[in-house]
């Protein structure tokens, strides 16, 4: 019996899939969250952008994701997002970051956006 999903990693139960088609054509554009693979992110199907989070189980390959439908917005916002968290990552990879601008990289890492409530689409494997 696997242990219960982290609660800080924004992932769907199993049950999720039910009544979801699978989809196939999806293409992962970009995660920020990491466990021996991506978690939750942005990602594109049939020409446009959705967000995609994670299936619990992390160790069942290939890993299934849930297709959320966003507003054009949210790809905006969370896209920004996605650039600051790569600045800290930068920064931090050439040494350590400052209390003021390691304490900055916390709080937007807490103000990654949860989507798992939006519409879903079907599910994918990567």
């Known amino acids: 019996m696997p242990e219960e999903p982290d609660e800080d990693l924004l992932m769907h139960e199993e049950s ?24 939750d ?3 594109q ?22 297709l959320h439908e966003i507003s054009a917005g949210d790809v905006e916002a969370a896209s920004a997002l996605h650039r600051l968290l790569g600045e800290y990552a930068d920064a931090a990879r050439h040494g350590p970051l400052d209390s003021t601008q390691d304490r900055a990289w916390s709080q937007v890492w807490a103000s990654r956006p949860d989507y798992r409530r939006a519409p879903a689409v079907g599910w994918f494997t990567a």
């Open 16 to 39: 999720v899939l039910a009544g979801l088609v699978e989809l196939s054509g999806v293409e992962i554009l970009w995660f920020d969250d990491f466990y021996d693979g991506a978690i």
């Open 41 to 43: 992110g942005l990602a």
């Open 45 to 66: 199907w049939d020409g446009r952008d959705f967000w995609f989070a994670g299936v619990y189980p992390l160790d069942r390959r290939p890993r299934r994701y849930v």
